[in-house]
Structures are given as C-alpha cells and as structure tokens.
C-alpha cells in the first residue's frame, strides 16, 4: 500500500531546543495531518492542513504542507517535558488511488526529552 | 463529552474463537475506520466506513470484518483469529473524512 516516509525515526533533545520533523511521499496528499500519541492513548490531532504552502500554527506547533503536495513539516519550539511522545504525519487524498477516508500514517517520530 | 470509546480495553483470546471488538462514537460522524498498530509499523488501515451499509477495505483487510448498519456503531470482527493479529487496535471517526480522524483509547488484543 501507499507509504509515508517519516522522520527522524527517534530525536533527543534537550528541553528548550526547536524540534523539526518531516514526511515526504511519492504520491500527492490534498490534506495532510500531524498528530501526537501518548503512552496507552491514541493518537490526537495536533494540525491539520488543506491547502499546498499552507502554514498552520498550534502555539508553540507550526507544520506546513508542501508545495509540491508531496510532503510536510512539523516544527515544535522551545520544547517542554510534555512533549515527549510519538509524532505521526497522515496524508489524505484521491490521486494516490485511495478515496476520502482513507487515512494513510507515517511510521512515527519517537520524541524524548532531556531534562 | 464528544468521544469514541471502544471495548474492551483489553482481550487475551485463543487461536479461532471469534471475537468482536466494539466502537461506538458520540459525534454523528459520518466516517468510522479501524486502525492496528505494531512495532516500527505505526498505523495501518483496516477498514473504513463512510456511512451506513457503506464500508471499504484499507491497508491491511485481511483476517477482519466490519459492518455499519447504525451511524454510531462500527464493530471489528475476527472470525478465526491467529496471532499474526496479536496488536494495538483502534477505532477512529471522522465528520467529513477530510478533517481528521478522533481517535479512541486503543484495544490491546492478544491471541495466543
């Protein structure tokens, strides 16, 4: 099936430093969405974007869809302990031969924190 | 409180005894979809449904079925379950399909 190619697949950080994280596809996505799980949850939605060179803030969050459609960032700024989790991207859209509703994720982003 | 909650939390089952795992949603969504998650694979789609009596194959269908026959109610249903289905499950809705999936609490099942 379709792929999203997420990453870094793991980052350290120390607490305060920016965080970016990434996800490209050889397909086009007409929405593309960033969401956080934390240990035992599911997935929340963090930003949702709809619109290529759409850049979208969520306090210290701002993710941007791609130009191209093709792929999208996640920035965290001056990053807390709370931000430890795992960060996913989904992309969501007809031309990759899939149909509304079929949401596809990205392998993840394993968030850890420094104290 | 707008939620999606599906049961049970937790199921420990034995090869071949089929079982179904409930998700309910509160939100009149129109979309419903079941995911399973493992280790370095994240999250892959098993089926989706975008209304009642209407449902598609995702990602990964096979082993599984579903059935929409309420807006609310979307159940995951393992016939004969193997332990190739030992994982992480989870239901999520979504008004429009275009603006995100909210997801519930995960079921964590294991076949033995």
């Known amino acids: 099936g379709q792929q999203l190619n997420q990453s870094p697949q793991s980052m350290f950080i120390q607490e305060g430093e920016d965080v970016s994280m990434n996800c490209t596809s050889s397909s086009i996505f007409n929405t593309w969405l960033w969401y956080k799980q934390d240990p035992g949850e599911g997935p929340v939605l963090l930003i949702a974007l709809y619109k290529a060179g759409e850049l979208t803030s969520n306090g210290r969050l701002t993710a941007q869809f791609g130009i191209t459609r093709k792929d999208s960032f996640l920035n965290i700024s001056a990053s807390i302990p709370s931000d430890v989790g795992i960060y996913f991207c989904a992309g969501l859209g007809r031309d990759y031969g899939g149909s509304q509703g079929n949401l596809i994720f990205g392998k993840g982003t394993k968030l850890s924190v420094k104290p | 409180e707008a939620q999606v909650t599906q049961n049970p939390r937790y199921l420990i089952t034995v090869t071949g005894k089929k079982l179904t795992v409930t998700c309910s949603q509160n939100m009149n969504h129109e979309y419903m979809s079941w995911y399973r998650q493992d280790p370095g694979l994240g999250l892959r789609q098993i089926y989706y449904?975008?209304?009642?009596?209407?449902?598609d194959k995702g990602d990964v269908p096979e082993g599984y079925k579903v059935s929409r026959k309420e807006k609310r109610n979307f159940p995951l249903i393992l016939e004969s379950p193997s332990p190739n289905q030992t994982s992480l499950y989870f239901c999520?809705?979504?008004?429009?399909?275009?603006?995100?999936?909210?997801f519930g609490s995960g079921t964590r099942l294991t076949v033995v």
């Open positions: 449904s975008m209304n009642v009596e209407v449902t």
């Open positions: 999520a809705s979504s008004s429009t399909g275009f603006d995100g999936y909210t």
